[in-house]
């Protein structure tokens, strides 16, 4: 039996606050941790199935044209080799997150270098590797490729509609304070630590991919498209994903060419990327220049908004890397104009990366924010307070509950954050100058359609199942958590079984919608399971308490097995986001507080302290929750300081496609994170008053850590990452 | 990877006959199996030298240190006399790579590690290096990390290692066994070579020759120091790296020996500024002096131009924290 609901409006009734088991936001241990730290949770690659062989994936060395001979008799003769394969089903790209259907298939017309061509198949992963080298390609190369993002030869457009109102332009002319910058920031790679694998295998009309993929419901309808197959036909298992950060939102080239291999060669076949084509043909985030215009009245309140941005993607790829969508919420000024522009590029697929949009539009506009506070001599905890409409300041809907004063004064309060003097460069310590900086986070809420059953065994465990994935973010650890606390189980009777398509669809991992979206469809079932066992004591679901696997209404007291009675109960929660999406600007909001180190000498950054005040709505697990900033904070100590990939300007290959070159932040570039989370319910949120926690980390970190700096030297870097050349131009003599 | 084949030689003379056929040594296997993955490298006959007898740290007749080729980076840095007598060998190892790769890596394979140039290491890209005569990659590309000094038009490498600049410092010796059993040392600053016509050719070892030791000096005494100036805290080369052994003489700089890492194909080293430091008394117009002359023939190549002022930066604060901070 199924039970629906289609967010509409707010729930109030803070059902899970009325439960009496306890253990919703509790710092549980997440259940999958043994079997990760014991090496006992098997990942996509790791599967060990009688007769696989292994592909390896070809990639294109030109920037566009044609693949007009693959001469196959340069590699079948080498040992091991068994087949080469460019087949018209494979995939050229990456499919989008939420696609549902077939990336760019023609993988004989290159788009961008190192798109996939070919696979080469053979017994040993170091046979089909040394093959897939040598394999002997002719192309057709075509001479107008752009390589080059900011090229003025780049085809653009403007994405989505602008947002255009009053006139800022006059409002800028008429402000007491103004501030008119650009800022740049470099692409970027998810390097998730697991590489995207997959093992296919044929049952008959039946595909059984064993792969590593955030949103299995989805992918199971790429993945059938592109081979033109009907969904039931595909099952796809991925109980673990090391990682993905947004690059296994879609189906990636290696799981459609090992499907195209194994139907080919009658074998399960592996294909595991390369760490090098991780980062050259799953997804990128893209560069941007960003322009922001920040117009204020003599108090320091905002009357003119501009954030408009350039950035970049492939041909026919409609994401672009949305960079204003908390600007278009987070600050007031009736005066605005919020736009981007899209170049066509031939550059390895742009797509979802660690908070598309607010990542790198937050960091910017925070430091901007900063910009003006300074010119202005005003605290920028203060310019944040003085901020803070409310109504949304295009669409005039309100706002669905919202901490960001509470996170403002609760972080500034644990940093100890001093906002009097922000004249730079006034601290020394030895040959290192010391700054403070602070910045909002902000992090749009969404949600998505999900599906999750619950069974209630007989012997009064329970088991939440759906396709639903946990890439390391804590899902087994929540759901588990949320079910307990509705059936009045310990989590530890509760099995939580995830990642394969025979399951429930939930709504996939990405966005930070995983746990709202997903826990809604099991708090549903839930919902229905406690109307039964009501019915069953002879009660209503409003009476009945459930705790420690008892039922208890009034004055009576039964075990769950003995209300049972035998049976097991079943129940799928099945939640749709409805009006409520349009009725409320809901997000996610927080406060940075970070101190820094700058060397005199030589313009290295060292970030020594970094304080995150966050909410999110209702915390499920306080312990993943905290996890999951602390995560998120890192990436921001990336991109404000390390993290940038770089592309040749002549043919647009990465040139630092690995982890020892393309630089994400090592242990010691972090110092302890202090996570402060701030209380909230918010019914608008989900029917679980809680919003997504995985991505606000990030949202506006490295803007701290901008500010940091210039408060620190008195160099404003307008460039990220912010290596030591980018200080050392304007840094005083030592 | 292509297939190659796997020897463990039976003793020196066994080794020596291998490598006399053109069998490549393997050590800590840490650059030499990546760039095998990438085929950067493709030798098709190994010789695993860790089990011969290469390994110990021990004084020599003139007071001086022999550290075996085969002595890891940890075992080195973590050496009680290293650390006492040639402190700054030890803080350069311990500036580079990370626990796990120091753990594996060797005296002789630190040595001999290549070039992290971008193109150097994809087989797809043009690299003079890697195949005399296809051209320069770097060149109008990207070259952020590439060399300043001692460059030509057909290579701009950088020699990536923190080990060997020490070395270079402390007036060290390779210890060279050749082909036929006999050996030879060559100073460390004249080991790696500039590339010139022959970028192919990272240092001075021919065919055969394997590296059996480091010979460091009687200890120098003075001030040692390394100073790493790094994209990120550590696990990353060094954009630009500076060495100093300077022994003051009352007021007067005694001595300084000076060795940069990041400027160029080999460990840079400059008599004229050690000349130009010795005898005088230390001042920032000095440090500026010798900046100046080690700079003099800097070239950027766009990307990198940023390593000449930041080379300046380190020297100064090098020389400062040497010399005692002067102003
Ligand atoms: C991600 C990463 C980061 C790193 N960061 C740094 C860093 O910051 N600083 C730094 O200095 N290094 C760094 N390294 C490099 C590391 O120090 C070297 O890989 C290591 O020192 C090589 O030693 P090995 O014994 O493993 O050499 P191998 O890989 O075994 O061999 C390297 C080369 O030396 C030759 N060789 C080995 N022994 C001998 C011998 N006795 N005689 C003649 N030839 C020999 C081999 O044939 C081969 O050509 C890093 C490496 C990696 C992978
Ligand atoms: S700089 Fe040297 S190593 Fe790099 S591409 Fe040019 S020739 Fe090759």
Partial sequence: MTRSLTMDRPDDRNRLDAMAQGVIGQPLDRPDGPAKVTGTARYAAEYQIAGCVEGVLVTATISKGDVTAIDEASVLSMPGVIAVISDERMTARAAQGGAGEAPVQQVRQVQYYGQPIAVVVAETFEQARDAAKHLKVTYRADDAAITDPHSAAAPTETYDEPIEQGDLAQAMAQAAHAVDVTYTTEGHNSAAMEPHASIAQWDGQMLTLHASLQMLAYNQKELADSLDLQPEQVRLVSPYVGGGFGSKLGISPEGVAAAVAAMQLNRPVRVVMLRQQVFQCVMRRSETVQRLRLAADAEGRLTGFGHEARVSNLPEEEFAEPVTQASEFLYPGENRRLAIELARVNLMTAGSVRAPGEAVGMQVLESAMDELANAMGLDPVELRLRNIPDRHPSEGIPYSSRKLAECLKAGADRFGWNGADRRPAQRREGEWWIGTGMANACRVHNINEAQASVTLMADGTAIVASDMTDIGTGTYAILGQIAGEMLGLDPTDVLVQLGDTDLPPGSGSGGSWGAASTGSAVFEACEAIREHLAERLGTTEAELTLKDGFATAGNRRVALPELLAGAEVERTGHFKPGEITEAFAAAMYGAFFAEVAVNAYTGEVRVRRFTGAFSMGRVLNAKTATSQCMGGMVWGIGSALTEGLTFDPRDGHIVNPDLAEYHIPVNLDVPHLDVVLVDERDPAGSPLQAKGVGELGICGAAGAINNAIHHACGVRVRSFPMTPDKLLAELPDP | MRPFQYMRPEGLDHAGQLLRDGARPIAGGTNLLDLMKLEVEAPDRLVDINRLPLGGIAPTDDGGVRIGALVTNSACAADLQIRRDYPV?????????????????????????????????????????????????????????????????????????????????????????????????????????????????????????????????????????????????????????????????????????????????KPWHDPRVEQLLAGQRPSDALFHQAADLLLEDAEGQGENDFKIPLTRRTLLASLREATGGAA
Avoid: W
Wanted: hydrophobic content about 40%; glycine content about 10%.
């Fill in chain 2, 89 to 265: 060998l030890a803080r350069a190892i311990l500036a580079g790579a990370t626990f796990q790769l120091r753990n594996m890596a060797t005296t002789g394979g630190n040595l001999c590690q290549r070039t992290r140039c971008y193109y150097f290491t994809n087989i797809d890209q043009p690299c003079n290096k890697r195949q005399p005569g296809s051209g320069c990659g770097a060149i109008g590309g990207h070259n952020r990390i590439h060399a300043i000094l001692g460059a030509s038009d057909a290579c701009i490498a950088t020699y990536p290692g923190d080990m060997a600049v020490a070395l270079a410092a402390l007036h060290a010796d390779v210890e060279i066994e050749r082909p036929d059993g006999t050996s030879r040392t060559v100073p460390v600053r004249t080991f790696h070579r500039l590339p010139g016509d022959t970028p192919d050719l990272d240092n001075v070892l021919e065919a055969g020759e394997v590296i059996t030791a480091v010979i460091l000096p009687p200890p120098a005494g003075g001030t040692q120091l390394y100073r790493k100036v790094r994209d990120r805290s550590s696990y990353a080369f060094a954009l630009v790296s500076v060495a100093a052994v300077v022994r003051m003489d009352g007021d007067t700089i005694g001595s300084a020996a000076l060795a940069f890492g990041g400027l160029a194909h």
